[in-house]
Nanobody
Framework: QVQPVESGGGLVQAGGSLRLSCVVSGRTFSAVGWFRQAPGKERDFVAAINWSGGSTNYADSVKGRFTISRDNAKKTTYLQMNYLKPEDTAVYYC?????????????????WGQGTQVTVSS
């Protein structure tokens, strides 16, 4: 199974924006999720989207600031991150779920990308 490939991370000032992209090959009819891991902390759920893009799910900490979307023709899922805060600093991982719908449980995902670093300066 081909791993998802993330891109778009970088350094941004607080209040700024970044858009992460994730190319997911293989299964078309699967949900996709974004997770993040800050130094010394566990990996946390950020957002997920079902296979069609019609249903999304967000962690409380990013609701109203982050938007997940997908373009199945391009096999790409996006995470638009606005009003970034220093506490959003982490490595962001894209993951492909086993099913068509998924949420915050990492065990629901069976294919993970290598991650992309997001650093928000104060």
């Amino acid at each position: 199974q081909v791993q998802p490939v993330e891109s778009g991370g970088g350094l941004v000032q607080a209040g700024g924006s970044l858009r992460l992209s994730c190319v997911v090959s293989g299964r078309t009819f699967s949900a996709v999720g974004w997770f993040r891991q800050a130094p010394g902390k566990e990996r946390d759920f950020v957002a997920a989207i079902n296979w069609s893009g019609g249903s999304t799910n967000y962690a409380d900490s990013v609701k109203g600031r982050f938007t997940i979307s997908r373009d199945n023709a391009k096999k790409t899922t996006y995470l638009q991150m606005n009003y970034l805060k220093p506490e959003d600093t982490a490595v962001y991982y894209c993951a492909q779920a086993r099913g068509v719908v998924s949420g915050p449980f990492s065990g629901d995902y069976d294919s993970w990308g290598q991650g992309t670093q997001v650093t928000v300066s104060s």
